[in-house]
């Protein structure tokens, strides 16, 4: 685990938590509840405990980007410019990342109304099905050859321009595919929340790296075992939905029996997202600012923070 990494501090959930204090927020009870709208099982302890923190912390490192982004217009004598600050979040399939970025993204807005914070996945960048069929990778959706990387690299490159209404393709888990025409517009935001399994990943052919945009970065952790579980967790209440739509990818699955559909989805787990997690996304967890690690029930029980 990170902390045989030297360069991470290693913050146990209570000294994390001491680190800053959560009474000195103004987090109301109605903040509280929206947050809780979100999924009804986030644990509010955590929201006080990790995430006033991790915001806290966050809040800093923004300051101290724009100041040296006004520093290095001043040196160049050129006027200062509005330049958004990308935080990336990585992790495996179903570990939680895009409940974390939504988390995030809510609590931001609620304590600094003031700043415009968006959020995108980078799920809408992999290639329709039917070009994974074509190119023959329709088995390895998620591995790094099924996303348009130089698309990506191009939305990113148009919001840190800070260009107006960058459009960010949508994709759909009941769908199961990206859907034609339809956009989230990323609209010169103060901060842009990009969740996806491949924001920390280099690919070999690249002469610039989709890390390379990012000015904060969180790595979301936890046991394999554990991340199968709310695979399959996430998978149960997919299929609930899918039983009366017949547009639903899983709606085949959804009428047929319980136990083939399970063992359909263990058998995606261990041949597609495991092996995506073990070649392709682990391997950059050493290049977040910050790992969030969590144990049953996606609680967090330890923080680290890098050094360098
Ligand atoms: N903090 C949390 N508390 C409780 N449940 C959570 C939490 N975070 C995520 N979950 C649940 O775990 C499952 C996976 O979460 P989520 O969809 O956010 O994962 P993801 O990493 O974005 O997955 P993918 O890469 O496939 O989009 C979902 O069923 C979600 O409701
Ligand atoms: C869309 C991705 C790649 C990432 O979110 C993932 O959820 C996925 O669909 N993986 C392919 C195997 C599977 O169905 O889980």
Known sequence: MADKLGNYDRFERDRWRDLFDAEAVPLTEAD????????????LADVKEIYMPLVHYILLKYHEFQLANNARSDFLKVPRRHVPFLIGIAGSVAVGKSTTARLLALMLKHLYAQLKVQQIT??????????????????????????????LIQFLNDVKQSRPNVKAPRYSHQVYDVIPDEYDEID?????????????????QAEIFVSDFFDFSIYVDAEPKLIEHWFLERFSILLDSAFNDKTNYYHELATGSREDAFLYARQVWDAVDLRNLNEYI????????????????HAIDAVYLRQY
């Open 122 to 151: 980078t799920d809408g960048f992999l290639y329709p099905n039917n070009v994974l069929e074509e190119k023959g990778i329709i088995d390895d959706k998620g591995f790094p050859d099924s996303y348009d990387m130089p698309r």
């Open 188 to 204: 010169q935001p103060d901060i842009l929340i990009v969740e996806g399994i491949n924001v920390l990943q280099l690919p070999s």
């Open 282 to 297: 682990l391997p950059t967890r050493n290049r977040a600012n910050v790992i969030l690690h969590k144990r049953q029930h």
């Open 32 to 43: 509280l509840d929206q947050i809780r709208s979100l999924n009804d099982r986030i644990s």
